[in-house]
């Protein structure tokens, strides 16, 4: 791993690795740690610095892994704590940081504590370290407050001796209550747990949602429509108080060697709100959604770069990228459709509309270049780098996603970007399982997929995944790349152009005519073919000026 003088995490290309879907190791269909150890060569090819797996831990996996029984346990379906031991060592051997999620903002209600205080009964001690409360109305027949779950319903679950207990998201998920010293001691507890173990980070889970206003108040009304975004005083998100529990896990961080950081899952409404959570003694960095949320328009994405670099850079903290996770639609699928709308915070994105993949592709591949360019770190999302769109026919009957159960079947849910991701061949379950496994992959794989895995893209010039690895290698190479600032360019409208020091500049066309490049000395990478020194619309390029 490179001891250069910037920390690690300030420009890093950290790698999203969703364990269930990543590559089955022992042949049951479900991804899991020996499926990674296996694949390190592979990242260690497409030239990542770290990976961020999701959820590992036991855990009866009602929301895949984000409902955790026990922190300091790995599932049985993913290996053992020998085996994460393991995989840690390797991947440092190869020059791979490892970064696993925490999910501090609920437990599993398999978790000792949760079953403790159902044991208990209203008023134990043991209550106290979840969110029990007596009900509303002459019986307490009616939820303490109006607070819904995330994944659709009331986030709070009666239980056969009258008590209610509040769950932000399914009612396997109950929420902690982040006031008691107890939960606080035991977090701190697990992060040195795993610290020991040699992990360099951690990704925070829901970080903006773990403080509730003491007195659990009705939600405000919703702001209006149209208007500047601006922050919104939420009984349940983003409280100013959240920040002292990230400044004593800063401090737990800091007793360890070798930068470990962390990187924060917030929701803000603003990214002054944002800013906070990577003040010097806070966290390290936090995802930018807002990056995501844009659109496909240059005005958008550049007051969103223009924004997050300028309130990041305000407190000190460099800015993050990404264009995709395993909680929304893959970005092909995005962009490839008509509409030019922005996706707000706390709205589910759904596909909408007739889809133009062929579209989606060569502005996915624009953005790329446009993300790898830009200050600060970046995120590749699993067969992201491999051009996958959203699986938008899964059947009903594979769903598995808590969204679709709990939203009335009105929501399909996430599995669309959870399906196994293929490695080689032309036929299911194109090596994501060892040739003669006894079970099929955990949601069925598209027939689309032949030939369009790792094997097949490897080499192939025009690939996407050649795309991701060469931007990756001239990101490492080039002094210009990485942590540092950008400066905007003259260009004509829907066309951004930005440079970076020494001799960078980074064209994205993202309005319908062809448009002239500046003057440079040479054509480092392109989205696509570059003729006569014109950019296509919808393409992005690299130049050494
Ligand atoms: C955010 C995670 O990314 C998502 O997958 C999960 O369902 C919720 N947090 C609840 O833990």
């Keep these: 791993m490179s001891t250069s003088a910037v920390p690690w995490w300030r420009d890093a290309v950290i790698y999203q690795v969703y364990i269930r879907s990543f590559a089955d190791g022992n042949g049951d269909g479900v991804g899991d740690i020996a499926g990674i150890r296996s694949r390190l060569p592979y990242l260690k090819w497409l030239g990542v610095d770290a990976v961020w797996i999701n959820p590992w831990y036991r855990s009866p996996m009602a929301d895949h892994g984000y409902d955790v029984a026990d922190y300091r346990e790995i599932d049985p379906l993913f290996g053992t704590l020998e085996e994460a031991e393991r995989l840690i060592e390797e991947a440092h051997a190869h020059g791979i940081r490892v970064i696993p999620d925490i999910v501090p903002n609920h437990t599993s209600d398999r978790h000792a504590w949760f079953r403790a205080a159902l044991a208990a009964g209203p008023g134990s001690p043991e209550r106290e370290r979840y969110v029990f409360r007596q009900g509303r109305g002459p019986d307490g027949a009616e939820p303490p407050n109006d607070w819904v779950s995330c994944f659709g319903g009331p986030a709070w679950t009666r239980l056969p001796d009258g008590e209610w207990y509040l769950h932000l998201f399914a009612p396997e998920q109950p929420d902690l209550n982040w006031q008691h010293p107890e939960v606080r001691a035991e977090f701190e507890s697990i992060l040195r747990f795993w610290f020991a173990r040699g992990v360099d980070g951690f990704r925070i889970d829901v970080a903006h949602g773990l403080i509730k206003h003491p007195e659990l108040p009705d939600l405000p009304p919703p702001l209006e429509e149209k208007g500047p975004r601006r922050h ?35 929701w803000a409404d603003t990214p002054e709100r944002l800013a906070a959570y990577v003040r010097a003694d806070g966290l390290h960095t936090a995802f930018n959604f807002d990056f995501l949320m844009s659109s496909w ?32 639609v893959r970005h092909p699928s995005r962009y490839g459709r008509k509409t030019a709308r922005r996706w707000t915070v706390n709205e589910p994105y759904r596909a909408e509309g007739p889809l133009d993949l062929e579209l989606g592709t060569l502005r996915a591949r624009a953005a790329a270049l446009l993300m790898l360019a830009l200050p600060g770190g970046a995120y590749v999302y699993q067969g992201e780098e491999l051009g996958l769109p959203e699986v938008e026919d899964l059947p009903e009957s594979v769903l598995q996603d808590p969204v679709w159960e709990r939203s009335g079947h009105a929501d399909r849910g996430r599995d669309g970007c959870r399906v196994p991701i293929p490695w080689s061949g032309s036929s299911p379950p194109y090596g994501f399982s060892p040739d003669g496994a006894r079970g099929e992959p955990w ?94 619309p919808d393409h992005a390029a690299w130049l050494a000026v």
């Design 232 to 266: 919104l005083d939420h009984p349940h998100w983003d409280r100013d108080e959240v920040h002292d529990i990230y400044r004593s896990w800063r401090r737990v961080a800091d007793e360890f060697p070798g930068d470990r950081s962390f990187v924060a899952e917030a």
């Design 443 to 536: 949601l069925p794989q598209p027939a689309a997929w032949a030939g369009r895995g790792m094997a097949e893209q490897r080499g192939d010039e025009h690939s996407m995944l050649e795309l991701y690895r060469a931007a990756l290698r001239l990101r490492r190479e080039h002094p210009a790349l990485g942590d540092g600032d950008l400066t905007w360019l003259d260009a004509p409208a829907g066309v951004l152009v930005f440079g970076r020091e020494p001799g960078f500049v980074c064209a994205v066309n993202l309005s319908a005519e062809g448009y002239r490049l500046p003057a440079h000395t040479s054509l480092l990478l392109a989205s696509g073919p570059v003729e006569d020194g014109v950019l296509a």
């Design 297 to 328: 328009d240059a005005k958008d994405l550049r007051a969103v770069i223009d924004d997050s670099l300028s309130m990041l850079g305000a407190v000190g903290a460099p800015a993050t990228w990404v264009l995709s996770n395993h909680d929304v």
